[in-house]
Structure formats: structure tokens, C-alpha cells
């Protein structure tokens, strides 16, 4: 099962919004809607922001919200605040019991 | 409220085996899936795979096969990996996270704090 696929990198300033792509195949994002995303600061434990694709977990901004279009997945941050500087990790069930992590994007705010 | 506590830091040598712990609270431990999964120095998340916890069939990630293996004492809620032959390319942080439901498909909504196996001659 090969890995997700997401930038490297993703940068904004302070109020503005990014998107990050996670794209997998018809296996995978194209035919399950349980894709999650996960906020990893560094040294810290991964925390689940969004789960079946576009649903947010009792006490996540609402600035964080996700969609997904076919094979890919996106994750919005909108009104980028210092606080949301870190890794973003998407996932997915890709049948059979198995499921995958995408590469990773570094979030960085301008 | 949910808690996963795992055991701590290991230091092995290549070829040895070494077995670490995620104790869970705070919910019934059988009614949720528990996964596993590892990051390297420096590297992004990997899934390893998941243990069912009322039936303890575990599922394995494709390269995950053969020296990982899942086990669980629910008398104690605890699930436990064992990695036999470790290599150095084995040194990482295991996490332990609970699934949502108890399918094994939806997300992980509580992670463990992580436990840091060191492989080095």
C-alpha cells in the first residue's frame, strides 16, 4: 500500500488560508470517506483534527474544516494564526483492514 | 476521560528483542480497536496496523509483517507490541492509538505519549 501524497510544504500569513492536498487513488480517498488529518507540533503527539473527511472532533476550531473531490482530500486552515505551525499528516482506510498515512506537509506561518 | 500511558524508553542492540506497553483508562478498552503506529528521527507517521480488542485478531501493515507482533491482556486494558531481530532502521517512536469505533476503518481520536525504541550497537 503506497503512501498518501501531499506537499512537502505549505506557507501564509497571519489571517490567511491554506490548503493542504492529500491525494490517493480509487483504493483508497477515491472510495472510502473515512480520511482523517492529524496536527503533529514538533516534540508532541499527533492530534486528530478531522475525521471521515469532513467532520471535526468536539473542540477543534472551526477554522479547520475538510473536503474531499474524487482521489484527493484537502485539509483548509482559514485565518492562519503562530499556533497552527506544524506537521499535518492525512490518512486513509484503503479496504481490507489497511490503512495509510500520507507524507506529511510543514505548515509555516509567514 | 481517555488516557493512554505507555511504557518507556528501550535501549536494545541489533538482533535482540524488545516488548513495550500502551495501558488504557478512562473507557471500555474492548469496545475500541487499538492501533499502532511508528515514526523514525526526523520522519513522518506510519501505520503498523491494528489489534481487535474483543477478539485480539491483530492486522498488519505490509511492512509490518513477521517481527511485529500485537498481543493484549484485557484483564489489565493493555496492549502490547514485541519486535524480535531489531534493526537500527527500528529506532522511532511507537505510538498506541485508539481507533474511533470497532471497525479498524475510522480515525485515531487518543494517542499514547509514545514510547522511543533506540536500536544501536
Known amino acids: 500500500q503506497s503512501a498518501l501524497t501531499q506537499p512537502a510544504s505549505v506557507s501564509g500569513s497571519p489571517g490567511q488560508s491554506i490548503n493542504i492536498s492529500c491525494t490517493g487513488t480509487?483504493?483508497?480517498?477515491?472510495?472510502?470517506?473515512?480520511v482523517s488529518w492529524y496536527q503533529q507540533h514538533p516534540g508532541k503527539v499527533p492530534k486528530l483534527i478531522i475525521f471521515?473527511?469532513?467532520k471535526r472532533p468536539s473542540g477543534i476550531s472551526s477554522r479547520f474544516s475538510g473536503s474531499k473531490s474524487g482521489n484527493t482530500a484537502s485539509l483548509t486552515i482559514s485565518g492562519l494564526q503562530a499556533e497552527d505551525e506544524g506537521d499535518y499528516y492525512c490518512?486513509?482506510?484503503?479496504?481490507?483492514?489497511?490503512?495509510?498515512f500520507g507524507g506529511g506537509t510543514k505548515v509555516t506561518v509567514l | 476521560q481517555v488516557q493512554l500511558v505507555q511504557s518507556g524508553s528501550e535501549l536494545r542492540k541489533p538482533g535482540a528483542s524488545v516488548k513495550f506497553s500502551c495501558k488504557a483508562s478512562?473507557?471500555?478498552?474492548?469496545?475500541?480497536?487499538m492501533n499502532w503506529v511508528r515514526q523514525a528521527p526526523g520522519q513522518g507517521l506510519e501505520w503498523m496496523g491494528w489489534?481487535?480488542?474483543?477478539?485480539?485478531?491483530?492486522t498488519y501493515a505490509q511492512d509490518f509483517t513477521g517481527r511485529f507482533v500485537f498481543t493484549l491482556d484485557t484483564s489489565v486494558s493493555t496492549a502490547y507490541v514485541q519486535i524480535s531481530s531489531l534493526k537500527t532502521d527500528d529506532t522511532a517512536v511507537y505510538y498506541c492509538?485508539?481507533?474511533?469505533?470497532?471497525?479498524?476503518?475510522?480515525?485515531?481520536?487518543?494517542w499514547g505519549q509514545g514510547t522511543l525504541v533506540t536500536v544501536s550497537s
Open positions: 492509538a485508539r481507533g474511533r469505533d470497532s471497525t479498524g476503518w475510522d480515525a485515531l481520536d487518543n
Open positions: 478512562g473507557y471500555t478498552f474492548t469496545s475500541y480497536v
Open positions: 489489534i481487535n480488542t474483543h477478539t485480539g485478531k491483530p
Open positions: 480509487s483504493g483508497d480517498v477515491g472510495t472510502y470517506n473515512f
Open positions: 471521515e473527511a469532513i
Open positions: 490518512s486513509s482506510y484503503a479496504g481490507s483492514g489497511i490503512s495509510v
